[in-house]
């Protein structure tokens, strides 16, 4: 979808190779870059600049590092500034000396707040807490059945009447003393951060349950304008946390950046799908490659295993290793990356792939046509492509739906990448960098 | 790591196989040539990859919710429920103006254009999520059109531009119904944009205009979805049909249209769960629930993809992946009664060809109104 920041670099500084500093101009070129990269990924424009000029200063007259390419250098640098902002002190959860503690969460319409606010329930309650949920989202139609339906699921029960919305609250936390729980989760209406009204009325809310944790709900695909929805929300009720939701799709996440810049507080959880247990805290340093277009390995490592049967990849990571890895192995192993979303958003996550590649345009129609083709192969075709003479080869793309050239490329590919297979799991770079980044993972 | 692997072997597979194919084109070497086919021989059709749609894992209720207290609707319709006035786009805009009414200020009052004119007009499109993509191109022509025109004064320039924009927003803008038979529009997008409300809307106008509604409660995966619309039905007094939860949203747009062609319905307005286009087995499920609900009685006639005005760039990746999977032939562009200008419909409309056909400017059943390019355009700069 984007070059990789990293490939754009490579193209500038191909020219520095000798140097020992990094000149204004060189830097201010791949400032450049930068900028480009964090827009395209919905960064606000002034948190842009600011964070543009930080970079620079850090990187004027720095001298060029021994083990990193100057451009590895740069990235290097703004990854650790993304991840800084990002970051930081992480949100602890403290619980109020005398219960319940009290959770409010406001943010726009359709940002994910009810759905948020099931997920703290089942969180909370996983931490060994009784919460109640409040539904006082009494403007969209059957949010409250939405939220009882969820607090079902999760086993907590949820609190509500058709009063208004800052009576409901009251009342609710009334009922959390009654009832002796010690987390109230209070779910209210989306709301214009414009609609000076209903501002007043989340600021009322508000001022009825004093609450211990304020979180805005926001969307992780939010353009330019969160930056007024975090500062209106903000001066309103004084934020104590961020909840990023709907992180399950690509959108790059840029308001992320934009909303910690200004809010500065932490982003306290992380949404990543539609059902109750996709919910985790909020990984920077993450969002930081996610951001700047660069991929994230242990995303997809972990989306891979998911939907990859562990058993089938091991032993196919095995044969590829040993070279036994056959076009019958291949449309196999298709068929598992096909359960993982778009083929395009999985080749920007890999690292070291030569720019080429990433810039083929690879699309799900191609990969069908390549399965065509094999499923045009008997089966020992597929374990002995060698066997594939004229005729075979004009059968199998008759068969598929090709030509005999497209054929002859895919045999030509297999066996090129077969041979490469077998030499890259004894080199260093990316397996190495691999092996790196799971041992992180496991290690947390 | 063992995944990793195998994903790079794949990927250097296929994409080696499109670079040369790609290279060889773009050279002009012609592939090899196709000996030519026996007389008679008929290619087999490719063998299909079936794969079973994985059902969407639901999660069974702990114990069944308690009555529903659902609160009274705000708008009570009596009788024949009344086309409601249109709201003024501007209205609606006027309060997010004052934000930004001192934008342009020093653009017009410097009296010259000169680069500072040229960073201020690419602020105010990147501030409106038209993204650097489309921005660069429309300054670019305008840096052009401004030297061959010669002008000085940056009222030219932000008329120019606005003229320029207004033209990239040409479309068909009509929603098409075809009488004879059910009319099925589709509603589309990602979750949280507005779907079911903007069905509540349509669903009103069309009431008032005088067509039969039936509204499908397609959305059968996210909790208490049927009823939100259910409410919205009653609203706007259109029929309902919903199925189980957790069932075949295709089953249920298929009864609807059924329903419809037994009560002589002219429209069936027909709502999906939200989903997020890199969902495979969900864009797939949509793909059968276009299938299905273009088969005989009814047709669609519009597929309709929802976009939420504050979506940054992401908005345009949903409408390209929406369109190629189910055809969408127009937007409808809501929330923008907020601070968001929602330009990445503009991104929309000039990459991928998708006219704007609708704004959604509020909760209201009667905050629907028809895309007005002048309007959208001025409220970008306003």
Redesign the interface.
């Known amino acids: 979808?984007f070059d990789s920041l990293s490939d754009r670099f490579d193209a500038i500084f191909t020219r520095l190779r000798g140097r020992g500093r990094l000149s204004d101009d060189d830097v201010d070129e791949v400032l450049r870059e930068i900028r480009?990269a964090l827009?395209?990924?919905?960064v606000n424009?002034q948190v842009v600049r600011d964070f543009v000029s930080r970079v620079r200063d850090r990187t004027i007259g720095a001298e060029l590092s021994k083990s990193l390419s100057p451009a590895q250098q740069v990235i290097k640098i703004v990854h650790d500034e993304l991840v800084t902002v990002l970051g930081g002190e992480p949100l602890r959860i403290t619980y109020a000396p005398r219960p319940p503690t009290v959770v409010l969460l406001a943010g726009?319409?359709?940002?994910?707040k009810t759905t948020a606010a099931g997920k703290l329930g089942r969180w909370f309650k996983q931490q060994g807490r009784n919460p109640l949920l409040v539904?006082a989202d009494?403007?969209?139609?059957?949010?409250?059945?939405?939220l009882?339906?969820?607090?079902?699921?999760?086993?907590v029960s949820?609190f509500?009447?058709?009063s208004d919305p800052v009576e409901v609250a009251r009342k609710g936390l009334e009922e959390a003393r009654r009832l002796g729980r010690d987390v109230l989760i209070v779910d209210t209406a989306g709301r214009?951060?414009?609609?000076a009204e209903l501002m007043d009325e989340v600021r009322r809310i508000s001022e009825a349950v004093e609450p211990d944790f304020t979180f805005l709900v926001i969307?992780a695909?939010?353009?330019?304008?969160?930056v007024?929805?975090a500062q209106a929300f903000h001066r309103t009720l004084g934020l104590d946390g961020v909840i990023l939701t709907?992180l399950?799709?690509?959108?790059?996440g840029?308001?992320a950046l934009s909303v910690k810049e200004v809010v500065g507080r932490p982003i306290a959880f992380a949404s990543v799908g539609?059902?109750?247990a996709d919910f985790e805290p909020f990984y920077p340093d993450r969002m930081a490659g996610r951001i700047l277009g660069m991929g994230d390995?242990l995303t997809?490592?972990e989306k891979?295993?998911q939907s990859?049967d562990q058993d089938v990849?091991?032993k196919?990571?095995t044969k590829?290793?040993e070279g036994d890895?056959t076009l019958e192995d291949?449309l196999e192993?298709?068929?598992?990356?096909?359960?993982?979303?778009?083929?395009s958003?999985?080749?920007g996550m890999?690292p070291?792939?030569p720019k080429?590649?990433?810039n083929?345009?690879?699309s799900d129609k191609?990969?069908?046509r390549?399965?065509?083709i094999i499923?045009?192969m008997t089966r020992e075709e597929r374990r002995e492509p060698s066997l594939i003479n004229g005729s075979r080869r004009?059968r199998i793309?008759?068969?598929?739906?090709t030509?005999?050239?497209?054929v002859?490329?895919?045999l030509k590919?297999?066996k090129?990448?077969q041979r490469?297979?077998k030499q890259?799991?004894g080199m260093p770079g990316?397996?190495r960098r691999?092996?790196k980044k799971?041992k992180k993972k496991r290690g947390r | 790591?063992?995944?990793?692997?195998?994903?790079?072997?794949?990927?250097?597979?296929?994409?080696?196989?499109?670079?040369?194919?790609?290279l060889s084109r773009r050279r002009g070497r012609r592939?090899?040539l196709?000996?030519p086919?026996p007389p008679g021989?008929r290619?087999?059709a490719?063998?299909a990859?079936t794969?079973p749609l994985?059902e969407r894992?639901v999660?069974?209720?702990?114990?069944?919710?308690?009555p529903?207290?659902?609160?009274?609707?705000?708008v009570v319709v009596e009788g024949e429920p009344e086309a409601p006035p249109r709201p003024r786009v501007r209205d609606r805009l006027g309060?997010?103006r004052s934000?930004f009414s001192g934008y342009l200020a020093s653009v017009r009052s410097r009296g010259r254009i000169d680069e500072a004119t040229w960073e201020e007009l690419e602020?105010v499109l990147?501030?409106?999520?038209v993204?650097?993509g489309t921005t660069t191109s429309v300054l670019d022509g305008l840096r052009a059109q401004a030297k061959a025109a010669g002008w000085s004064d940056p009222e030219d320039l932000l008329a120019g531009l606005k003229a320029d924009l207004v033209d990239r927003l040409a479309g068909d803008r009509a929603l098409h119904f075809v009488a004879g038979e059910p009319n099925v529009w589709l509603f589309v997008g990602?979750?949280?944009?507005?779907k079911t409300t903007t069905i509540g809307k349509i669903g009103l106008r069309a009431s008032a205009e005088g067509r039969s509604v039936v509204m499908a409660a397609g959305d059968t995966?996210?909790?208490?979805?049927a009823?939100?619309l259910?409410?919205?039905a009653d609203r706007v007094g259109a029929d309902l049909v919903r199925g189980a939860e957790g069932g075949d949203p295709a089953a249920v747009v298929f009864d609807a249209k059924e329903r419809a062609n037994a009560r002589d319905a002219d429209l069936v307005l027909a709502d999906t769960a939200g989903r997020?286009?890199?969902?495979?087995?969900l864009m797939e499920e949509l793909k059968k629930v276009r299938r299905v609900a273009d088969r005989s009685p009814g047709k669609v006639t519009e597929v309709l993809l929802v976009i939420?005005a504050?979506?940054?760039?992401?908005?345009l990746?949903q409408a390209k992946?929406f369109a190629s999977a189910v055809g969408v032939t127009g937007v409808v562009l809501t929330?923008l009664?907020?601070?968001?200008?929602g330009?990445?419909a503009l991104a929309i409309q000039t990459e991928l060809g998708i006219p704007i056909k609708l704004v959604g400017l509020g909760?209201g059943a009667g905050d629907l109104v028809d895309f007005d390019a002048q309007e959208f355009v001025d409220a970008l700069f306003s």
């Open positions: 979808m480009l827009l395209q990924a919905d424009l726009l319409q359709g940002s994910g539904g009494l403007q969209r139609p059957a949010a409250v059945e939405q009882r339906v969820l607090g079902g699921q999760a086993g949820v509500s009447e058709p214009l951060a414009i609609d969307d695909m939010t353009g330019q304008d969160a007024n929805v709907k399950d799709g690509d959108a790059r840029g308001a539609e059902k109750l390995v997809l490592i891979a295993e990859y990849a091991a196919a990571a590829l290793q890895f291949f192993q298709m068929q598992q990356i096909k359960k993982m979303g778009p083929l958003g999985i080749v890999l070291g792939i080429e590649l990433k083929a345009n690879i191609e990969l069908s390549v399965e065509a499923h045009s004009l793309a008759n068969g598929s739906g030509t005999t050239s497209e002859n490329l895919l590919q297999f090129e990448m490469m297979m890259f799991s990316i397996g691999l092996n799971t | 790591m063992t995944i990793a692997l195998i994903l790079i072997a794949v990927v250097l597979v296929l994409a080696g196989s499109l670079a040369a194919v790609g592939p090899e196709e000996p086919r021989a290619p087999a490719p063998a990859a794969r994985p894992a999660e069974a209720p702990a114990a069944p919710p308690a529903a207290e659902v609160p009274e609707a705000d309060q997010a934000l602020e990147i501030r409106a999520d993204g650097v990602v979750n949280g944009v507005g995966f996210r909790a208490a979805a009823d939100q259910a409410l919205w997020l286009h890199t969902k495979v087995n939420d504050t979506t940054g760039q992401n908005g990746v992946e929330k009664d907020g601070t968001a200008k330009g990445i909760e």
